[in-house]
DNA sequence: ACATAGCCGACTGATTAAGTAGGAATTAGG
DNA sequence: CCTAATTCCTACTTAATCAGTCGGCTATGT
């Protein structure tokens, strides 16, 4: 389970957006409480709004905030957005072949879990 | 369940190594039968070998053998000679604490499934 | 008008992945 | 001893991905 530095912040994006009150919260706001360089946020959040995940508005009190409720996006939802969807194939020749069911076990379990897990369940354990 | 193309070579050599009557198997003869670079293979049963998991012998009717009987040998025990063990730590402020215990209960699932198969059972199905 | 935000594509520097190259050392058989 | 098979070892190359950064543009509320 190997998440790149950016899908981590994407989480912790999203993340922060369920926990906030409703309105539109600043791409500066999110990089302070997370520790997230501002400009790569910017990039990520950028990535979201055009994937649907979240919605935008500029100007002074302008922000992002989430497209759908907490609790109708997966951590799933925004790995897919962020990671892309994994091409997964084996071509385990012979003897490896068994190899392959161990991979799609894991990726099977994966795959369950983060997509029964909402922000909403994140926010408040 | 990111895995390079080393590692899934690496696990498919052992296979293949657990798979083959007792005596030296040619590096040659698994790079045909998994379809690995030549080379390649080379590089990785030496590192193999250095950690114990293989032994070798040079020169006509040379090759690899495992140094353990299959049963004793995990998916694990391979994966972490080849990927390395994986630094974790989780820095997630705040409301995105949480996501690093959904990150734990991966790892462990996965730990646990790659530390309970063995290559016995890989070739043995 | 002005300040505050988001929007956007391109760029860069570091690291890792996936092999390759060239040859040295060892072993068995004749 | 000679030869062929095979492993051993370091270093190199080439491409991709990662983690940001940069410069500037565009929209919005007061």
Redesign the interface.
Known sequence: ???SART?YA??AV??L??APPGPVPAERIAL???IPRRFLDNILLQLRRAGIVHSLRGPDGGYWLARPAADIT?ADVIDVVEGR?EYQA??????Q??A???N???E??ER?LTE?TFA???R?
Chains 1, 2 share one sequence.
């Not at 071509?91 to 490896?96: E, S």
């Open positions: 389970m190997r998440l981590q989480l912790r993340s922060e369920a926990a409480a997370q520790h951590l994994p071509d385990y020749p012979g003897v490896a068994p190899l069911e161990v991979w076990a894991l990726r379990h994966e879990l897990i369940q994140i926010v354990p």
